[in-house]
């Protein structure tokens, strides 16, 4: 009887893992309609002058598939820290069969998140996405360089975040898609404009100036067709 | 059967005088409020609260090594920094705080002289991080715990395993900082109905309580919220508070309100450390608030006290001395630990 369960309970299990599909969501960075490389050096448009992007990390929080308008998945694993770097694919396991017309997210942590205290994972301080001067977490975080920043060694930081009214900078970003395959493109050359660079070239703390960055990079996030 | 009720008797006694959250094994006195920390996030253990402490004395998470926690929070100062106005760092170099004295944390929910840290389980990245503090950063600090050995064996008493994370350290540094809680002063013995106040001493407590308690609220004596005090910006620091964290115009000149328990120990004085003794704090409230803007309500009409009545205000304030706290063993320098293993950080991680 123990070896009927036994054999019972893991066909469950099997079945439930080829029942399952897999949806990957990725980010690629762009400059120009070409694939961004970390380190590499890329003209700046309307100026001689060029850029080089070296870090780019961010929160995808609260991912969901929706269907005329009903939520039909909740992935289980509510923050994951996209790090162009090292890890630029997030993988959901939706049931089989299961079809969707709209992607939801949000770029950033919710405010409850940044008052929890310590926290494991993708959300560990280590992850350098926690401000240490003051609390809560990083959203965004750009860093790079040019000649046109005016800034020691020519450096663009803007680590864009912060949780607080008036300036909570979490950004809801909405998609309609059927793919299971679904490439997002992220376009650099709208965030780090010239105007941008030259007068702004670094957002370290919560504020306006964080906030209408990072509005700027969920403006810049575009499906692939 | 009289000494029988005698014990008994007692045991209930010490039972009504103490709460005791046995669930997350956190102690405190029945006279204090429920605590606001969340336990239930970071349940206190003996492993957990001796490997914070450890990480606590140690200055391998400073850069060079030479400064500890307990460098500017020391246990017989009540955890402040007696003597020094501002906090001091790596490279002898100067901060631009007094650096508060550490006790009753589970009660409070903002930290820093401008309520920059919002838990105190992510408190401990400013000092490490800070350039003129700690001069370090979290993921070196967990690298060369890493590699320790002692540490290897703190760790997997306290987790079960040897693995260090951010998050393990910081919660277990928060373990024993919430295990300092300061509740036996004369005035809780007297809350208690173990002893009396003085003829001086009660007349004092009446003057507290009609010109203190609103913001140096009893029996934590601090409300622990922000407000202008009336001291005048110092030029040399151009410090104004919350407001450097908010970018409020309103919160121009808030400080965090500390608490009046153990200031015989703490000194210097405000956020500033610009006072040195208690009396200079009495003649600043009595005569030398700076009107502004923000002032606290509470000090926009002058406070009057005569020589007598500070007197009698300053006996009170010295009932709220914690000598049992200052000098509780649980807290100092882990000797039996750190000295024993004076060679526990790999060269060439520091």
Not at chain 1, 62 to 81: F, V
Request: charged content about 15%; proline content about 4%.
């Amino acid at each position: 009887m123990r070896y009927v369960v036994a054999i019972f309970m893991l066909s469950l299990t099997f079945c439930s893992e080829v029942m399952a599909q897999q949806v990957q969501v990725s980010f690629t960075p762009k400059w120009n309609n070409e694939t961004l490389v970390l380190g590499k050096y890329y003209p700046i448009l309307n100026s001689n002058d060029s850029l080089r992007v070296d870090v780019v990390k961010f929160y995808i929080t609260n991912i969901s598939l929706w269907k005329q308008g009903k939520q039909i998945y909740n992935c289980p694993i509510k923050h994951q820290l996209i790090n162009i770097e090292t890890n630029n694919v997030i993988d959901l396991n939706i049931p089989h069969q299961m079809s969707y017309d709209t992607i939801q997210f949000f770029v950033g942590t919710d405010s409850l998140t940044n008052t929890l205290g310590a926290m494991s994972g993708d959300l560990d301080a280590m992850q350098g996405m926690y401000w240490a001067w003051q609390s809560g977490y990083i959203n965004v975080k750009i860093e790079g360089a040019s000649s046109i920043c005016n800034t020691r060694k020519n450096v663009f930081q803007y680590h864009l975040g912060g949780y607080l009214s008036p300036n909570q900078s979490r950004q809801q970003v909405i998609f309609a898609t059927t793919n299971h395959r679904i490439n997002i493109n992220i376009l650099f050359d709208e965030i780090l404009q010239l105007q941008t660079l030259q007068n702004v070239p670094e957002v370290m703390s919560p504020g306006n100036q964080a906030v209408i960055n990072i509005q700027r990079f969920k403006q810049a996030l575009k499906p692939t067709e | 059967m009289k000494k029988q009720v005698l014990v008994l008797s007692a045991l209930l006694a010490m039972i009504s005088l103490f709460a005791f959250t046995a669930k997350y094994g956190f102690l405190y006195p029945a006279h204090f409020p429920k605590p606001v920390y969340h336990f239930n996030n970071n349940t206190l253990s003996k492993a957990k609260i001796e490997l914070g402490r450890v990480l606590f004395y140690d200055p391998m998470l400073s850069k060079d090594g030479s400064i500890s926690c307990a460098s500017c929070h020391s246990s017989y100062n009540a955890f402040a920094h007696t003597d020094h106005d501002l906090s001091h760092g790596i490279n002898d170099q100067i901060g631009f705080r007094n650096a508060p004295a550490l006790f009753n944390l589970a009660w409070q929910q903002q930290f820093m002289w401008d309520g920059a840290i919002n838990h105190l389980d992510m408190q401990a990245l400013a000092p490490i991080t800070h350039p003129k503090e700690m001069g370090e950063n979290i993921i070196d600090v967990v690298s060369k715990i890493q590699s320790s050995t002692l540490y290897k064996t703190l760790f997997k008493n306290a987790y079960n395993d040897t693995l260090v994370t951010g998050e393990r350290l910081l919660k277990a540094m928060s373990q024993f900082q919430l295990t300092l809680v300061s509740s036996e002063s004369k005035y809780d013995k007297v809350i208690k109905k173990q002893a009396s106040f003085t003829e001086q001493e009660q007349r004092g407590y009446t003057l507290f309580k009609q010109h203190c308690n609103s913001c140096h609220t009893e029996p934590l004596f601090s409300n622990y919220s922000f407000a202008n005090n009336g001291l005048p910006v110092d030029s040399t620091l151009n410090d104004f508070g919350k407001m450097n964290i908010t970018q409020k115009k309103e919160d121009s000149i808030l400080f965090k309100i500390p608490t009046l328990r153990n200031l015989s120990y703490t000194f210097p004085y405000m956020h500033d450390g610009r006072f040195k003794k208690l009396n200079e704090v009495l003649h600043h409230y009595t005569q030398g608030i700076k009107h502004s803007a923000t002032l606290a309500v509470q000090l926009k009409n002058s406070i009057y006290l005569s020589p007598y009545q500070k007197t009698d205000l300053m006996a009170f304030i010295l009932t709220l001395n914690d000598s049992a706290f200052v000098f509780n063993p649980n807290h100092k320098y882990p000797h039996h630990i750190l000295s024993a293993n004076p060679n526990k950080i790999p060269a060439n991680k520091l």
